[in-house]
């Protein structure tokens, strides 16, 4: 029978591996490396979201104190790309130059390798940056820090369930150390943490329920969409997928939430 401590001190590990991978944050020496906690550590995708949330969500608080709320959205989205390197905005790009651009499979998967981004790339990621701030400046102020903290986690356990349901597209890749088989009580773990702090907004009642399950909803939906594009054209998913996955449902999510704040339109 296994060590309580040492089950504990492990899953620590591989929380601390989780967020090694997606962010710049350092990790404690104690943690070490071994390459398969990597291997097991995307069940802790969902909460690295609640970091990144914790953490852009406490600038912008600090932001709109001394500055409009536009620029305070601003420093809060720029910190979350900061702390992830662009890494999951580099993805989107990609998918976008690899799936706009490329006719085979392969040519795809060649273009979506490429460090260069072309038309597609571009035009993608400043509309999505553009639609992203629009959307978190047109919340209610005192709702932007807890629809951060609904959309990330939320649209990283949507990336994540490609791991869960798909095979990795290509030999090799930035994304390959992660893209074992992942286990329905790893997946499981992983949707706990992408859900609980929904749970936590709404028992305290700071959306609707319905708000709240709309927003899971598209969220789904992003990943079913995306996912079923991934399968068609590359027969799997990449690196890249995930990040144009995890930018595409935090987007709708930040819309979802929006919408529940919209009047009824009224045709008469």
Known sequence: MANPVSAAVHQCRLFFIALQFFTRLPIPRWVGFELAWLQHASRYFPLVGVVVAAISG??????????PSAVAVLLAVATGIYLTGAFHEDGFADMCDGF??????????????????????????VCLLAIKCAALVSLPP???????????????LAAVSLIWLMDYARDEGKAKPMAQEMTTVEFIIAATGGLLPVVVCGVLGIFYWAA?????????????WLGRKCQHRLQGYTGDCLGAVQQVAEVAVYLAILSSFQPPIRFY
Do not use: N, Q
């Not at 709702?143 to 990283?156: Q, Y």
């Open 58 to 67: 406490a600038v912008y608080l600090l932001a709109s104190w001394l500055l």
């Open 100 to 125: 706009g651009g490329g006719v085979t499979r392969e040519r795809v998967l060649e273009i979506m390798k490429d460090s260069r981004i072309g038309a597609y790339g571009a035009i993608g990621i």
């Open 142 to 156: 005192a709702t932007v820090v807890a629809t951060l903290f609904i959309a990330h986690p939320l649209s990283r």
């Open 212 to 224: 709240l399950a709309f927003a899971i909803v598209v969220a789904a939906a992003c990943a079913f």
